[in-house]
């Protein structure tokens, strides 16, 4: 087995299913791979095809994926923190419940869930919702793990300090099936110094343990560390730099856990606001070269033009 499990956020469409999401993968040089069992701003989600999960699951055999790396990720809107409209919370519950049992039929061990926003009822509410609604939805013994990400701290998220993470862990019945997500923009938007990274692992270490880090996200970050933006910029254009997320990604004590890049689709033109390209055939080869390609945009703007 590859040390090095890196992949992508790639689509998952009604017409292919898995299947169309395993292609995607491989076509940028994939060992792993994140997507949404549906739009990620909404929440209808269609049935699931058996025949094409096998399907799936034989690419992914033939191509040394192996299944257990592979990242769902619950739509950002869901939010258990907030408990002002009970119907609302209860969908929220009943959705995530839902997402288990889609991650249970496809074969899929990790769903990378936001853990929420307060809304103005105040982060310790906030963090006591998300532990009520999270043992209804993790209320069986066995089954896939939510993996809670770092947040930014944009508007009124928690979960945006290693803490907070802990404080909702700790609520949790089932201890198996609760970790973390990485998510580097976020933890430098949030105000952690990943020109430091030993020591930001080492807090982590102290107040959740290692042992909880379920997948990462590998992001460079738009903004300055503490901005709680939570902008993604395309690895080594940003402001975490190249080097810094080198030493993220091929750190020793993160060696085999799943990294997820969604860094932003390039635009047609230098300077433009549109999102057209897919990055990642070309950031996942500049991360297995160990260099740095300050031409790299241009590349994927020739390639799929
Ligand atoms: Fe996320
Ligand atoms: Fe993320
Ligand atoms: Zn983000």
Do not use: W
């Not at 060992?31 to 058996?50: H, K, S």
């Not at 809670?148 to 803490?163: I, R, S």
């Not at 975490?240 to 969604?262: A, R, S, T, V």
Request: with cysteine.
């Amino acid at each position: 087995m590859e040390d090095l499990i890196i992949g992508s956020h790639v689509s998952y469409n009604k017409k292919e299913g898995l299947v169309g999401s395993v292609k995607e993968a491989l076509s940028y040089g994939e060992n792993t791979f994140m997507f949404y069992t549906g739009a990620p701003q909404n929440t209808v989600r269609g049935p699931i095809d058996e025949n094409v999960v096998n399907e799936a699951k034989k690419i992914m055999k033939e191509n040394n994926i192996d299944i257990n790396n592979v990242v769902i990720h619950a739509p950002y809107i869901v939010n258990l923190a907030n408990d002002k409209e009970p119907e609302k919370f209860n969908f929220a519950v009943n959705f995530l419940k839902g997402e288990v049992s889609r991650a249970k039929k496809l074969g899929i061990n990790l769903i990378v869930l936001h853990p929420g926003s307060h809304v103005g009822l105040g982060k310790e509410r906030g963090l006591d919702n998300i532990i009520k609604g999270l043992n209804i939805v993790l209320s069986e013994k066995e089954g896939p793990v939510i993996c809670l990400e770092t947040m930014a701290g944009k508007g009124t998220e928690v979960g945006t300090t290693f803490e907070d993470l802990k404080y909702i862990i700790d609520g949790i019945e089932n201890q198996n099936r609760i970790k973390v997500c990485i998510d580097t923009c976020h933890i430098h938007d949030a105000g952690y110094d990943l020109n430091n990274f030993d020591e930001v692992l080492e807090k982590f270490d102290k107040i959740i343990g290692l042992n909880k880090i379920g997948c990462m996200h590998i992001n460079d970050s738009k903004n300055e560390i503490n901005a709680h933006k939570d902008r993604h910029d395309n690895i080594g254009f940003g402001k975490i730099g190249f080097d810094n997320l080198m030493k993220i990604i091929y750190h020793e004590k993160l060696k085999g856990i799943p990294k997820i890049l969604e860094t932003p689709y390039v635009s047609e033109k230098e300077g433009e606001k549109d999102h057209t390209y897919p990055p990642y055939k070309f950031e996942i080869a500049m991360i297995r070269n160990k260099k740095y390609d300050k031409n790299l945009l241009s590349e994927i703007r020739n390639y799929y033009k």
